[in-house]
């Protein structure tokens, strides 16, 4: 798929605002994880295992070790510096998501794909990193197989980096502004979350919940690659010391969405 234009869905009013601005320098630093939720964690990490929760829906525990976080965090810091730098997105009613995203290949804004980031200051897009390219395609092979369709044709070519300050959440939603049916890459830094899974054609119960931690890597296609999920919990100060993130978790979501 290859000569659709870019989505735009609107819904209810539309605000003329755009959104807000973040300096990453500005936010609170990542506090030191706590003993006691250390040792929690340790206590159940020899029962992570690959899971397939449901159909085409695959999480690996500790995909990533400490190293590639930390080179991911470095590649994060210079993503989120203007122009087309890191942002709150703000919903077409005016409401400002408490998440805050940077773009990479296409610039996001709810609920439309472009070429520049049209709800900031209008700069070009930045390029899509040949290493976030590179650890997408790797990704789907792990997740699929090698060999699997899925994997010989997977060729991503936009990223929505999206940081959950304390507190924050992201509402269950479909990625189904983009034609193509290539699997969702999503990629899990920083503190802990709950991940929720409704359906394909409901948001609503019953869920499937998973705890990403992380490293961790969740991969949705096939049948339900445009399942409804989002982010009801971050488990504050679950992170790994020494990421170099500010407090709260860093997810790194990577698709091809058959644009030209």
């Not at 234009?5 to 630093?29: E, F, K, N, W």
């Not at 296409?106 to 070009?124: K, V």
Request: net charge negative; charged share 20%.
């Amino acid at each position: 798929m290859g000569s659709n234009p870019p989505g735009s869905r609107r819904y209810g009013a539309t605000s003329r605002l755009g959104g807000v601005p973040v300096d990453l320098d500005q936010l609170a630093p990542a506090a030191p994880a706590t003993g006691q939720m250390t040792l929690v964690l340790d206590q159940v990490d020899s029962v992570r295992a690959r899971r397939e929760p449901l159909p085409g829906v695959v999480h690996l525990p500790d995909w990533l070790d400490v190293d590639e976080q930390q080179a991911l965090v470095t590649e994060f810091r210079a993503w989120a510096r203007t122009p087309a730098g890191l942002r709150h997105p703000r919903v077409p009613t005016g409401h400002v998501m408490s998440t805050m995203a940077v773009c990479l290949g296409w610039h996001w804004s709810p609920y439309a794909y472009s070429r520049t980031a049209d709800d900031t200051a209008g700069a070009p897009v930045k390029a899509m990193p040949a290493s976030v390219h590179a650890l997408a395609r790797r990704a789907v092979a792990d997740t699929y197989g090698s060999e699997s369709p899925e994997a010989g044709a997977h060729d991503p070519d936009a990223a929505i980096v999206n940081l959950y300050p304390p507190r924050a959440h992201l509402g269950l939603h479909q990625d189904h502004e983009e034609p193509s049916d290539a699997p969702v890459v999503t990629i899990s830094l920083g503190d802990t979350c709950t991940f929720r899974l409704a359906g394909v054609d409901r948001r609503t119960g019953p869920f499937v919940d998973l705890e990403l931690r992380s490293g961790d890597l969740l991969v949705f296609g096939r049948e339900n690659r445009r399942i409804f999920h989002g982010v009801p919990r971050i488990d504050d100060g679950t992170a790994p010391d020494g990421l170099g993130l500010p407090a709260g978790r860093l997810s790194i979501t990577v698709r091809q969405t058959g644009f030209d």
